[in-house]
Structure formats: structure tokens, C-alpha cells
């Protein structure tokens, strides 16, 4: 039975990956994990897996210097967030790829790929060579600092984990224990405090209007006062009101 690592400094990404392989390939078995390149490296050495999936971006040694030391170890998989000029350069070579999030339909092309290559004898030096060749190309472009600001929040629905993009949040609004995270479809429950989210949100984007309450400013349809005097935030397409706290009230002075 083919044998694959996983590498990826975030948990919960490595959690949504492992379950995607395992619904698009149950015959793979994932024999390791890894939360960082030097990891990947040395499991690698020990387990002799056929695949490694790596995350381009990790702390210390990344997955572009972990797949020039693995080289012809194992077959490399990047795991990538960028889908325009990393998915180009990565289709023509002999390196597959996976975009985060993982979407299933996309994973079902990697597999069939990889099933093929598996199937073929490896030609002595291929992948090292392609992987040289790929990272030259890349190198500027991908290993830049990692962008700020969070791009999308990890939640848990049922037993599903949804990797939702932040732009499609409306508001964030949190109690004792979760923070409950509102989109246009569906709400979703994270353990991460407001105080937290306001510090990696980017805040042209998200208003922190409340301590317990941060809103999309593009979700924003208007300020209302009820009849204490509170200022309240009306949600596009919601039917919940926000409470703005007078400390946040600066806020809205434009509109």
C-alpha cells in the first residue's frame, strides 16, 4: 500500500488534509506528520514514505529546503495557498500540488496523478531536478514574509471542518466561551476570543465596535439608536442588531 507524510505547521490544516486523502484515497496510508520542514526531513529518512506533502511556508526550514534535501527520498506534493502563478509553474513539472484550502474535486486530480506516477518506475535524479528547477523559479515569489493579516478563520461544524474565507464573515460576536463566527449561510463556533481576532484581522476590513464584537465593514448596512440611546450596527441581509460601545463610536463619525 502507497505510504505519504504530512508537513504543515498548522495543525488544523494537517487535520483537513489527512481527512481529504483519506476520502479521495482511502488505500493511502498517512504513516507521519510533521510541523515543520526539519521534521519532514528526518521522517522522511526514518519512514521512507512513498509521498510528502509539504506546506511551502513553515517555521524554520520551509518546504522548498526540505524538498532540496529529500530530493529523490520521497515524491514531493507541495502544499500551497497560491493558485496563480504557483499552479502554472507546478503543472509543468513533475511535482504535483495541493491548494489550501483542500477542495475535494481538485484532491481527486492530485490522486489520480500521483496514482499514475506511483505506477511508473522512477526515473533516477527526475524529481530532484524538477524540484531545483520549480524553486529557482519560485523562490522570490513564494518564500516573501507571510502576508499579515488572517485570510480565512478554521471552524469546526459537526464533525466538518470549514476553512472559511474572511471576506465572507459578516461579524464575529463572542460570549464566555466560543466566539460565534456569522456568514451569509451558516454560523459557526470558534474557541478564539474577540480580543485575539482584532490583533491578525485587518482592520480596514474588520471594526472591533464592541469588546465582544467585531463586524465587516463591507456588511455594514447602517447605524441606527434605539430607544435607550445605544448606537446599533444594521447587518446587511441579517436581522441582528450590534451594539456599538461609545468607545468604538469614533468609528462611524463619517458616516
Same mark, same amino acid.
Given at each position: 500500500m502507497p505510504t505519504a507524510i504530512i508537513a504543515d505547521d498548522e495543525r488544523l490544516m494537517r487535520d483537513q488534509l489527512r481527512m481529504r486523502l483519506q476520502e479521495a484515497w482511502p488505500e493511502l496510508q498517512i504513516v507521519? +506528520?510533521?510541523?515543520?520542514?526539519e521534521e519532514a526531513v528526518q521522517l522522511v529518512a526514518e519512514l521512507n514514505p512513498d509521498l510528502t506533502f509539504l506546506d511551502i511556508r513553515m517555521p524554520g526550514k520551509t518546504g522548498m529546503e526540505a524538498a532540496r534535501e529529500? @530530493?529523490? @527520498? =520521497?515524491?514531493?506534493v507541495f502544499v500551497t495557498a497560491y493558485d496563480q502563478y504557483a499552479v502554472e509553474a507546478f +503543472? !509543468?513539472?513533475a511535482i504535483d500540488y495541493v491548494l489550501k484550502p483542500t477542495e475535494p474535486d481538485r484532491l481527486k486530480i492530485t490522486v489520480d496523478r500521483l496514482k499514475e506516477r506511483l505506477d511508473k518506475p522512477q526515473v533516477a535524479g527526475s524529481v530532484n531536478d524538477s524540484v531545483s528547477a520549480m524553486l529557482n523559479q519560485l523562490a522570490e515569489k513564494i518564500a516573501a514574509p507571510k502576508q499579515k493579516h488572517l485570510q480565512w478563520i478554521q471552524a469546526s461544524i459537526g464533525q466538518d471542518l !470549514?476553512?472559511?474565507?474572511? +471576506? +465572507?464573515?459578516?461579524?464575529?460576536? =463572542?460570549d464566555e466561551k466560543y466566539t460565534a463566527v456569522q456568514t451569509a449561510g451558516f454560523e459557526a463556533l470558534i474557541r478564539k476570543p474577540v480580543r485575539d481576532l482584532a490583533d491578525e484581522l485587518d482592520p480596514s476590513l474588520f471594526w472591533q465596535i464592541h469588546r465582544a464584537t467585531l463586524v465587516n465593514v463591507n456588511a455594514i448596512e447602517g447605524v441606527t439608536r434605539d430607544i435607550r440611546g445605544r448606537h446599533l450596527v444594521l447587518v446587511k441581509g441579517r436581522p441582528e442588531k450590534l451594539e456599538v460601545s461609545r468607545s468604538f463610536l469614533h468609528l462611524f463619525k463619517q458616516m
Open positions: 507521519g +506528520e510533521a510541523k515543520n520542514g529529500i @530530493g529523490d @527520498g =520521497s515524491q514531493i +503543472e !509543468r513539472g !470549514r476553512m472559511i474565507p474572511v +471576506e +465572507e464573515i459578516l461579524f464575529f460576536r =463572542s
